[in-house]
């Protein structure tokens, strides 16, 4: 389990990063945390001829208020995130899931840019970005770009990054008063992936009508699944226990799509979405409600 | 003041080294002029090598050499066999086919050495695997150990008519007498599933030759080091005295790392003489998942034979055992289960038949547990399952069978793991299941709580259950106690260590006889350099069998001390008194002498040791049962299921363990936490996934579900301490213990939280998802 052989670049500037990228395309890889990077060329699974670490580059960690929500650097660790103040008070649903990632030698190195480049489908931040319809900076030396978490998910593994690109920041709303959030996951030990989870964030009006929902799913599909039509059926509701199953009934069989693997069946893995996605809704009910 | 150190909690003497990373390791060693080996593994199950092309492999820079079964020639045959069948049973039939070193021909299991690459480094040696080529010829894969005992399956050995490796019979009593006046019979059939021991520390070797005195050392992470170091000097033509053999700190063994011998121990030593350089080859995580064997696969098809109050009349159990594509191990594992069907009770009648099959699947040899568990598993299921069907409280059904305080020693008239007759020494069983009882408190939880815990909603359920543990096997262990001049006292032995606290238990048992501190004894363990003679470290037997030969060796060299010090001191033996290091004349303290002092009296540089004596306060002695200890257990389990997910939380788990005499509590404890995390991950997470083509799925700890702190209960731990009546220290094994109840605990303990879905769980381990496919009366995966 050793990996075969790459060129490695340790750039300190951005622009240097950029340009390396440029130079070698699809032959570079960026390491950042190395969380996933590394054990996949230990098995050689990934092979890449040139390594383009960007620990070096000062800068890319931050965790910024802003008017409206917050920026988070590249390079922000997931322990910074886990222990952030402003994470708590400007994105709870991301503070609060942190400690479900993986164990603390994992999130003290693994990073915020690092999860999303790589969009594994049973990863949480992507799945949470895009239930928070975050948006990220993504960078080249051609320019910049920004692009919302619901359009870069494309696939598993896949982004709508670049070879030439690296995922600088993002930007993270935050949710309007009278909002709950939750999220709901079924994990075999406390730091696995999850065999399915869904992530839910709700608005009010003043009535206690439902003006927003969103619900995005992990580990059921091959990138976050979005489900537009059920989070659309709770606008303009009251959340009753019928409009709750009814939403999640739309999602959990027409909007997820969840495979098969030694750890869990399709069939399974719907059924815990399903029961999960109860469960948020009513979670993130009740915080709306300011009762939780 | 109280002068035993038995029994007594002393924190570890190894703890220092280890904790602060001095402790030496195999992958520790590095050697001037070092090379670095890597296996080119076979990833079919079951294929003809049509050819091998290493041209490209060969001449890639820092690679240094590379060697196939051809270049090996007539070096390259199967290692000996590790335990010899049973020549006692009748009718016994046994098959040996044993690992060779790399394979020339045909592919029996994924994993196999086809080749191996010797370089500057190891990441250039994997560099060469990448380029060597490998044609195949596929061929049907044998991945089931029921169809591979079908008339049309697929051979792994062409030599060998069919799969069947094994078949052994045997019976006590008369188990069809017994059904035909049973009130009720129980039929029932039991999966058990593969897994794997994942010790912290992978395998590895290094060997060094040195040309000139024509002498081999090879630090080994086996638990076995001084038959390792025999086989090797026979295999490489070497005296014995020429071969050293360490096996130094060793990160968990688990029974996986005494098998002998794996091929890369074949392999290493013959690759350091003929390329006249150290080479070291570290096994890592994946290989490990292929390469070292592994346990537990086993189909059970049992009935029981009861009156109506639940008395056991008999059982009779037919069972096919899988030992993948060869077996070394003997019958080992099979003999095990044998041994466990019946569990602690009192069973007339028993008839169990077995047949063990070649699959094209990882050698399988005893992992913690090693087939008691299977026994265990199909016993208590069988007890739950009489209960229900005979209306009697589960416990109760136990208590009325378990074996009485007054029927020991209980002779079973069948053999066990080491061909010794089945004979369960000593033991209190009802005493340990009311011990557990309380601690738990199980009246009230029934009465009270769960109720309660229902009427809330939620699934709660309780589980207990009892299980022996036959332990403490011979052939023998010896040891050697030294009075050294500092005073200290140095003490070897041959058994090997791999983090069970033998530098602290054996030291307790030597400092006790010898009036020292614990720390003052420093033991040598698993170097054929310091003790010539020895098995090895398996069948939880260090406590038992090394450790009263330690308790043997001990009081040789206290009446060596206390003869030379009552001429010294002038004083009569029985007026002496150990203590402090030191020699005293009761009650006259100023008469007394120092064991250094003493040490140097009877190593004199002059003068003559007296006709009929030896030099030095020094002793060795040996220790070899006739037969085995067997100790005994009842665990008890609380624990909350979510029905809708399945996911469990473990409220209580309690312990009572009565293993004889205890050396050390806290090393006991930790003995029996360790074994119980085994014991979940057999029970409901570890569980290695195979297809059809016998290749493993989750070869990785990503996908293999190791139990982690995360998932652990606080588990708490009750002793009671029923003497073996077949040793000095009075001591039974203990090291497996932990293991062997659980996944029928927690099988007891789902179906009691899962009551309103009544049903019947007859395979381990499970997971989520099969548990919830069973609660719903589905098929599932």
């Given at each position: 389990?050793?990996?075969?052989?790459?060129?490695?670049?340790?750039?300190?500037?951005?622009?240097?990063?950029?340009?390396?990228?440029?130079?070698?395309?699809?032959?570079?890889?960026?390491?950042?945390?190395?969380?996933?990077?590394?054990?996949?060329?230990?098995?050689?699974?990934?092979?890449?001829?040139?390594?383009?670490?960007?620990?070096?580059?000062?800068?890319?960690?931050?965790?910024?208020?802003?008017?409206?929500?917050?920026?988070?650097?590249?390079?922000?660790?997931?322990?910074?995130?886990?222990?952030?103040?402003?994470?708590?008070?400007?994105?709870?649903?991301?503070?609060?899931?942190?400690?479900?990632?993986?164990?603390?030698?994992?999130?003290?190195?693994?990073?915020?840019?690092?999860?999303?480049?790589?969009?594994?489908?049973?990863?949480?931040?992507?799945?949470?970005?895009?239930?928070?319809?975050?948006?990220?900076?993504?960078?080249?030396?051609?320019?910049?770009?920004?692009?919302?978490?619901?359009?870069?998910?494309?696939?598993?593994?896949?982004?709508?990054?670049?070879?030439?690109?690296?995922?600088?920041?993002?930007?993270?709303?935050?949710?309007?008063?009278?909002?709950?959030?939750?999220?709901?996951?079924?994990?075999?030990?406390?730091?696995?992936?999850?065999?399915?989870?869904?992530?839910?964030?709700?608005?009010?009006?003043?009535?206690?009508?439902?003006?927003?929902?969103?619900?995005?799913?992990?580990?059921?599909?091959?990138?976050?699944?979005?489900?537009?039509?059920?989070?659309?059926?709770?606008?303009?509701?009251?959340?009753?226990?019928?409009?709750?199953?009814?939403?999640?009934?739309?999602?959990?069989?027409?909007?997820?799509?969840?495979?098969?693997?030694?750890?869990?069946?399709?069939?399974?893995?719907?059924?815990?979405?399903?029961?999960?996605?109860?469960?948020?809704?009513?979670?993130?009910?009740?915080?709306?409600?300011?009762?939780? | 003041?109280?002068?035993?150190?038995?029994?007594?909690?002393?924190?570890?003497?190894?703890?220092?080294?280890?904790?602060?990373?001095?402790?030496?390791?195999?992958?520790?060693?590095?050697?001037?002029?070092?090379?670095?080996?890597?296996?080119?593994?076979?990833?079919?199950?079951?294929?003809?090598?049509?050819?091998?092309?290493?041209?490209?492999?060969?001449?890639?820079?820092?690679?240094?050499?590379?060697?196939?079964?051809?270049?090996?020639?007539?070096?390259?045959?199967?290692?000996?066999?590790?335990?010899?069948?049973?020549?006692?049973?009748?009718?016994?039939?046994?098959?040996?086919?044993?690992?060779?070193?790399?394979?020339?021909?045909?592919?029996?299991?994924?994993?196999?050495?086809?080749?191996?690459?010797?370089?500057?480094?190891?990441?250039?040696?994997?560099?060469?695997?990448?380029?060597?080529?490998?044609?195949?010829?596929?061929?049907?894969?044998?991945?089931?150990?029921?169809?591979?005992?079908?008339?049309?399956?697929?051979?792994?050995?062409?030599?060998?008519?069919?799969?069947?490796?094994?078949?052994?019979?045997?019976?006590?009593?008369?188990?069809?007498?017994?059904?035909?006046?049973?009130?009720?019979?129980?039929?029932?059939?039991?999966?058990?599933?593969?897994?794997?021991?994942?010790?912290?520390?992978?395998?590895?070797?290094?060997?060094?030759?040195?040309?000139?005195?024509?002498?081999?050392?090879?630090?080994?992470?086996?638990?076995?080091?001084?038959?390792?170091?025999?086989?090797?000097?026979?295999?490489?033509?070497?005296?014995?005295?020429?071969?050293?053999?360490?096996?130094?700190?060793?990160?968990?063994?688990?029974?996986?790392?005494?098998?002998?011998?794996?091929?890369?121990?074949?392999?290493?030593?013959?690759?350091?003489?003929?390329?006249?350089?150290?080479?070291?080859?570290?096994?890592?995580?994946?290989?490990?998942?292929?390469?070292?064997?592994?346990?537990?696969?086993?189909?059970?098809?049992?009935?029981?034979?009861?009156?109506?109050?639940?008395?056991?009349?008999?059982?009779?159990?037919?069972?096919?055992?899988?030992?993948?594509?060869?077996?070394?191990?003997?019958?080992?594992?099979?003999?095990?289960?044998?041994?466990?069907?019946?569990?602690?009770?009192?069973?007339?009648?028993?008839?169990?038949?077995?047949?063990?099959?070649?699959?094209?699947?990882?050698?399988?040899?005893?992992?913690?547990?090693?087939?008691?568990?299977?026994?265990?598993?199909?016993?208590?299921?069988?007890?739950?399952?009489?209960?229900?069907?005979?209306?009697?409280?589960?416990?109760?059904?136990?208590?009325?069978?378990?074996?009485?305080?007054?029927?020991?020693?209980?002779?079973?008239?069948?053999?066990?793991?080491?061909?010794?007759?089945?004979?369960?020494?000593?033991?209190?069983?009802?005493?340990?299941?009311?011990?557990?009882?309380?601690?738990?408190?199980?009246?009230?939880?029934?009465?009270?709580?769960q109720p309660r815990y229902r009427a809330e909603g939620r699934r709660v359920g309780i589980g207990v259950l009892p299980f022996i543990e036959t332990?403490?096997?011979?052939?023998?262990?010896?040891?050697?106690?030294?009075?050294?001049?500092?005073?200290?006292?140095?003490?070897?032995?041959?058994?090997?260590?791999?983090?069970?606290?033998?530098?602290?238990?054996?030291?307790?048992?030597?400092?006790?006889?010898?009036?020292?501190?614990?720390?003052?004894?420093?033991?040598?363990?698993?170097?054929?350099?310091?003790?010539?003679?020895?098995?090895?470290?398996?069948?939880?037997?260090?406590?038992?069998?090394?450790?009263?030969?330690?308790?043997?060796?001990?009081?040789?060299?206290?009446?060596?001390?206390?003869?030379?010090?009552?001429?010294?001191?002038?004083?009569?033996?029985?007026?002496?008194?150990?203590?402090?290091?030191?020699?005293?004349?009761?009650?006259?303290?100023?008469?007394?002498?120092?064991?250094?002092?003493?040490?140097?009296?009877?190593n004199p540089l002059r003068g003559a040791v007296e006709p009929g004596t030896e030099p030095g306060l020094e002793a060795t002695a040996y220790y070899?049962?006739?037969?085995?200890?067997?100790?005994?257990?009842?665990?008890?389990?609380?624990?909350?299921?979510?029905?809708?997910?399945?996911?469990?939380?473990?409220?209580?788990?309690?312990?009572?363990?009565?293993?004889?005499?205890?050396?050390?509590?806290?090393?006991?404890?930790?003995?029996?936490?360790?074994?119980?995390?085994?014991?979940?991950?057999?029970?409901?997470?570890?569980?290695?996934?195979?297809?059809?083509?016998?290749?493993?799925?989750?070869?990785?700890?990503?996908?293999?579900?190791?139990?982690?702190?995360?998932?652990?209960?606080?588990?708490?731990?009750?002793?009671?301490?029923?003497?073996?009546?077949?040793?000095e220290l009075g001591t039974k094994g203990v090291g497996e213990a932990g293991a062997i109840p659980v996944p029928a605990l927690f099988a007891q303990?789902?179906?009691?939280?899962?009551?309103?879905?009544?049903?019947?769980?007859?395979?381990?381990?499970?997971?989520?998802?099969?548990?919830?496919?069973?609660?719903?009366?589905?098929?599932?995966?």
């Amino acid at each position: 389990m050793k990996p075969a052989p790459f060129a490695y670049y340790a750039p300190t500037t951005l622009d240097e990063a950029l340009s390396l990228l440029s130079e070698h395309g699809y032959d570079a890889k960026v390491l950042a945390g190395g969380q996933s990077l590394v054990p996949m060329m230990n098995f050689r699974i990934a092979q890449p001829a040139v390594l383009v670490d960007i620990n070096n580059i000062p800068d890319l960690a931050y965790i910024n208020a802003e008017e409206g929500g917050v920026r988070v650097g590249a390079l922000t660790r997931h322990h910074q995130s886990e222990t952030s103040p402003v994470m708590a008070r400007h994105a709870p649903l991301i503070y609060s899931t942190m400690p479900k990632i993986a164990y603390p030698q994992v999130r003290t190195r693994g990073t915020f840019g690092g999860s999303l480049s790589h969009a594994d489908p049973s990863a949480e931040l992507p799945t949470l970005t895009t239930t928070l319809d975050a948006k990220f900076r993504l960078v080249s030396q051609c320019g910049e770009r920004w692009v919302s978490a619901r359009e870069f998910f494309l696939g598993l593994y896949t982004t709508a990054l670049e070879p030439d690109e690296i995922l600088i920041e993002g930007f993270v709303p935050e949710l309007p008063p009278r909002s709950g959030w939750s999220l709901q996951e079924v994990n075999r030990r406390k730091h696995d992936f999850a065999l399915a989870g869904v992530a839910a964030v709700l608005t009010l009006d003043e009535s206690g009508i439902c003006q927003d929902a969103r619900l995005v799913f992990l580990s059921v599909g091959d990138h976050p699944m979005y489900a537009e039509r059920a989070s659309n059926l709770l606008k303009g509701q009251a959340l009753t226990p019928e409009a709750i199953r009814a939403a999640t009934e739309l999602a959990t069989t027409e909007e997820i799509d969840p495979g098969d693997d030694i750890h869990a069946t399709a069939d399974f893995r719907r059924h815990l979405a399903k029961t999960l996605c109860q469960r948020a809704i009513e979670q993130a009910h009740q915080r709306a409600q300011g009762k939780q | 003041m109280d002068k035993r150190l038995i029994g007594k909690r002393v924190v570890r003497n190894e703890d220092p080294r280890l904790l602060t990373g001095q402790a030496q390791y195999v992958d520790d060693v590095n050697l001037p002029n070092m090379a670095h080996a890597a296996m080119f593994r076979s990833e079919y199950a079951h294929a003809r090598i049509r050819s091998i092309d290493v041209s490209k492999a060969r001449a890639y820079p820092g690679v240094i050499a590379v060697y196939t079964a051809e270049d090996m020639g007539a070096d390259c045959y199967p290692g000996p066999p590790l335990v010899s069948p049973p020549p006692t049973v009748k009718d016994v039939i046994f098959n040996s086919r044993r690992q060779v070193p790399l394979v020339k021909d045909k592919i029996r299991h994924a994993g196999e050495i086809i080749a191996v690459v010797i370089a500057e480094t190891r990441y250039i040696a994997e560099d060469g695997l990448d380029l060597i080529e490998i044609e195949y010829e596929p061929l049907p894969v044998v991945a089931d150990i029921e169809k591979a005992l079908e008339p049309d399956s697929p051979l792994v050995h062409d030599d060998l008519d069919s799969n069947l490796a094994a078949h052994l019979v045997q019976k006590k009593g008369d188990y069809e007498a017994a059904r035909a006046s049973a009130d009720a019979i129980i039929q029932r059939r039991f999966t058990i599933e593969r897994g794997t021991a994942a010790a912290m520390e992978n395998r590895g070797i290094v060997a060094q030759w040195d040309a000139k005195s024509e002498a081999l050392t090879v630090w080994d992470t086996t638990q076995a080091p001084i038959p390792i170091r025999n086989g090797l000097a026979a295999r490489l033509g070497l005296s014995e005295s020429k071969v050293r053999v360490i096996a130094p700190f060793i990160g968990g063994g688990f029974g996986p790392k005494i098998m002998m011998f794996y091929s890369e121990e074949m392999l290493v030593p013959w690759l350091a003489i003929k390329l006249n350089r150290p080479v070291k080859w570290i096994e890592d995580r994946r290989e490990n998942f292929y390469a070292t064997t592994q346990e537990r696969g086993q189909v059970h098809e049992v009935e029981m034979a009861f009156t109506r109050d639940g008395k056991i009349l008999g059982i009779k159990d037919d069972f096919i055992h899988d030992t993948g594509a060869y077996d070394p191990y003997g019958l080992t594992t099979p003999l095990n289960t044998q041994s466990h069907v019946m569990g602690g009770y009192d069973i007339p009648n028993f008839t169990s038949e077995f047949r063990v099959a070649f699959t094209n699947k990882t050698i399988v040899t005893p992992m913690r547990g090693a087939g008691r568990p299977h026994g265990i598993y199909v016993i208590e299921r069988m007890m739950d399952i009489a209960a229900k069907e005979l209306g009697i409280d589960r416990v109760e059904i136990r208590r009325r069978n378990l074996i009485k305080p007054d029927a020991f020693p209980y002779e079973h008239g069948i053999i066990d793991q080491a061909f010794a007759p089945l004979i369960f020494d000593s033991g209190n069983y009802e005493a340990v299941l009311n011990e557990t009882l309380k601690a738990v408190g199980y009246e009230k939880f029934i009465k009270e709580e769960q109720p309660r815990y229902r009427a809330e909603g939620r699934r709660v359920g309780i589980g207990v259950l009892p299980f022996i543990e036959t332990t403490g096997v011979g052939p023998y262990e010896g040891a050697r106690v030294t009075v050294e001049a500092s005073g200290k006292i140095a003490v070897a032995t041959g058994v090997g260590t791999q983090g069970q606290g033998h530098f602290t238990s054996f030291a307790q048992v030597v400092a006790e006889q010898l009036g020292v501190d614990v720390t003052d004894v420093r033991i040598t363990t698993g170097d054929s350099a310091h003790f010539n003679w020895g098995t090895g470290t398996f069948a939880s037997r260090g406590a038992v069998v090394a450790g009263n030969a330690m308790h043997a060796a001990a009081t040789m060299v206290r009446k060596k001390i206390l003869k030379l010090a009552s001429k010294v001191l002038n004083a009569p033996e029985e007026e002496l008194e150990l203590e402090d290091g030191m020699v005293r004349v009761a009650d006259i303290p100023q008469s007394s002498i120092s064991l250094s002092d003493l040490a140097a009296l009877a190593n004199p540089l002059r003068g003559a040791v007296e006709p009929g004596t030896e030099p030095g306060l020094e002793a060795t002695a040996y220790y070899g049962p006739q037969y085995g200890p067997t100790a005994f257990g009842v665990h008890a389990m609380i624990a909350e299921i979510d029905a809708e997910t399945m996911m469990i939380k473990i409220l209580r788990y309690v312990v009572t363990e009565d293993c004889g005499t205890i050396l050390n509590p806290l090393i006991l404890e930790g003995q029996i936490h360790g074994g119980v995390a085994l014991g979940l991950g057999n029970a409901y997470y570890e569980k290695l996934h195979f297809d059809e083509n016998a290749q493993l799925l989750n070869a990785s700890f990503m996908d293999y579900l190791l139990v982690g702190s995360t998932e652990m209960p606080r588990i708490e731990v009750h002793h009671l301490e029923t003497r073996s009546p077949l040793n000095e220290l009075g001591t039974k094994g203990v090291g497996e213990a932990g293991a062997i109840p659980v996944p029928a605990l927690f099988a007891q303990t789902m179906e009691d939280a899962l009551y309103d879905y009544n049903l019947e769980i007859r395979e381990t381990p499970l997971n989520p998802n099969r548990l919830f496919g069973i609660a719903r009366k589905e098929k599932t995966a």
